[in-house]
């Protein structure tokens, strides 16, 4: 295996950017949802994308959003990926990944076994899934919510696609997360976060030191 891959979602300020790209990160996150503690505006969020260009990928998360509105987002900030969180189907997925020609992940919400079957429907859709933890039934955010995936869940499974592993990883646990899944990419957002949607640079340090091992 290679250097892992690490993507560090939710950022809203250049301080925040600053501490995940010196960690080592090479992906990271602007949420576009209103009602998320980790919400940027498209102003904020392009100020942020030329931060990082060429120094890490610009994922652009999205619920359950409009075509136009991915637009918007795109031609604003230049978004490197488009990540859908809600509960877009294979097909819309498919014709994001056509219209905006940029590559495009799929959120898939994990509790049992069975949700990793959900998979199979993106392969050829989407270029990426990212196993988040499935939130309570009602629950407002459909990710971010510090929620852990039992790992053991994605032991030895074949995945249909090039996937991440998201959902309540920290500096502390991020490399047995990775050990018992065979994950080489990792997404975290509230794991390194002093309050909800404030990011803490040394809790950034110590999570990717620890998921490159180092």
């Given at each position: 295996?290679?250097?892992?891959?690490?993507?560090?979602?939710?950022?809203?300020?250049?301080?925040?950017?600053?501490?995940?790209?010196?960690?080592?990160?090479?992906?990271?996150?602007?949420?576009?949802?209103?009602?998320?503690?980790?919400?940027?505006?498209?102003?904020?969020?392009?100020?942020?994308?030329?931060?990082?260009?060429?120094?890490?990928?610009?994922?652009?998360?999205?619920?359950?959003?409009?075509?136009?509105?991915?637009?918007?987002?795109?031609?604003?900030?230049?978004?490197?990926?488009?990540?859908?969180?809600?509960?877009?189907?294979?097909?819309?997925?498919?014709?994001?990944?056509?219209?905006?020609?940029?590559?495009?992940?799929?959120?898939?919400?994990?509790?049992?076994?069975?949700?990793?079957?959900?998979?199979?429907?993106?392969?050829?859709?989407?270029?990426?899934?990212?196993?988040?933890?499935?939130?309570?039934?009602?629950?407002?955010?459909?990710?971010?919510?510090?929620?852990?995936?039992?790992?053991?869940?994605?032991?030895?499974?074949?995945?249909?696609?090039?996937?991440?592993?998201?959902?309540?990883?920290?500096?502390?646990?991020?490399?047995?997360?990775?050990?018992?899944?065979?994950?080489?990419?990792?997404?975290?957002?509230?794991?390194?976060?002093?309050a909800r949607g404030v990011k803490d640079s040394a809790r950034i340090a110590a999570f990717c030191?620890?998921?490159?091992?180092?």
């Amino acid at each position: 295996m290679g250097r892992p891959s690490i993507k560090i979602c939710g950022i809203k300020d250049s301080a925040a950017l600053g501490a995940a790209l010196s960690a080592g990160t090479d992906h990271i996150g602007l949420v576009f949802v209103a009602k998320s503690p980790r919400h940027v505006g498209l102003e904020a969020a392009a100020a942020l994308a030329r931060e990082a260009r060429g120094r890490a990928r610009v994922v652009g998360l999205f619920v359950d959003p409009a075509m136009a509105e991915l637009e918007a987002a795109h031609r604003a900030v230049g978004l490197d990926v488009i990540q859908l969180h809600g509960s877009e189907s294979a097909s819309f997925a498919a014709s994001v990944r056509g219209a905006l020609q940029r590559e495009t992940w799929k959120a898939i919400g994990v509790r049992t076994r069975a949700d990793l079957a959900a998979a199979q429907a993106y392969a050829g859709a989407a270029d990426r899934v990212l196993y988040d933890a499935k939130p309570p039934e009602g629950d407002a955010l459909p990710g971010g919510t510090g929620l852990r995936i039992d790992w053991r869940l994605l032991a030895g499974v074949q995945h249909p696609l090039p996937w991440i592993l998201a959902g309540g990883l920290d500096a502390d646990n991020v490399a047995e997360a990775m050990a018992i899944t065979g994950a080489d990419f990792v997404d975290v957002s509230s794991g390194v976060e002093s309050a909800r949607g404030v990011k803490d640079s040394a809790r950034i340090a110590a999570f990717c030191a620890a998921a490159l091992g180092q």
